[in-house]
């Protein structure tokens, strides 16, 4: 699928965002939904998209989307993520030959500061990092990896983007937020974490990665939350599915089950899908 260049200057009925949350190897989730879309429902990205927003390894995705990579080759990247796939896939492209807007959210460890990796859509700013860089650095969870460049997960302030994209597109790009419609694809929200057992002794009970899975989790409902407060309902869309069981960030076994959940889920919300897009 091809992007088309977006001309801001001019007005557009609707301004479609695409916003994937990060996840570990969860993200194959919305990435199978997204094939899914574009070849069973014949919608084409390219043409529909007009902003792209990625945490963590959902940055991945719109990466690729952005550099034209197919959705099938994406899906593949899911079982071996790391920097020499990365700059397989991504070259030598920089985030500044990337004229459509894109959105990749990091941490400035180093100043301790919120870090948004931009494209080349507005000229205001320096566009030299490299798209696998950028890619890596907010995929660069503590505890698991080596953080990139200087930059770390961009979940552990925003697992999901859609907010940061709604206010980029309306401050940023002047759109109307009554013209913003957003397509937010969630990684999947485990229903139960820790219990209510007040007796537990909790300086051990933690668990590093159910730790970071519980975070990860109440960031992206709030967001979720906080923006269907100020944009129009029909305007959202989030796909998201619900699970009894953990759901693991980096268990590449569990590949097979989350495509399952993801053709569930894409089954299930195939014609609100449509309906968004106006199908």
């Known amino acids: 699928m091809n992007f088309k260049k977006i001309n801001l200057n001019k007005e557009e009925h609707n301004f479609h965002i695409l916003s994937i949350d990060g996840g570990g190897i969860r993200s194959i989730v919305p990435a199978f939904i997204i094939n899914s879309i574009f070849s069973k429902l014949g919608i084409d990205f390219g043409e529909k998209i007009q902003m792209l927003a990625g945490t963590s390894t959902g940055s991945i995705i719109v990466a690729g989307l952005a550099c034209e990579i197919s959705t099938k080759k994406i899906i593949k990247l899911y079982s071996k993520v790391c920097d020499k796939i990365l700059k397989e896939i991504f070259e030598e492209r920089k985030l500044g030959d990337i004229e459509n807007p894109l959105l990749i959210l990091s ?78 694809i969630s990684i999947g929200h485990v229903k139960s974490f820790y219990g209510t057992d007040l007796e537990k002794k909790w300086g051990f009970f933690w668990e ?60 299930y919300e195939g014609k609100n899908i449509q309906f968004f897009f106006n199908c």
């Open 107 to 184: 941490i400035d460890i180093g100043n301790g500061n919120v870090h948004i990796f931009k494209s080349n859509d507005s000229k205001h700013f320096t566009r030299d990092v490299l798209v696998r860089d950028a890619v890596l650095a907010s995929c660069s969870t503590p505890t698991y990896f080596n953080s990139i460049i200087e930059y770390a997960l961009g979940g552990l302030w925003a697992n999901n983007p859609s907010l940061v994209a709604f206010i980029e597109a309306q401050k940023r790009l002047n759109v109307s937020a009554d013209s913003i419609k957003i397509l937010s």
């Open 208 to 267: 590093r990665e159910k730790f970071i899975n519980f975070i990860l989790s109440l960031k992206s409902q709030s967001i979720h939350n906080y923006l269907k407060l100020i944009i129009k309902e029909d305007n959202l869309l989030r796909l998201n599915f619900e699970s009894d069981l953990p759901l693991p960030l980096d268990e590449c076994t569990s590949k097979q089950d989350l495509l399952l959940k993801a053709d569930k889920l894409f089954t």
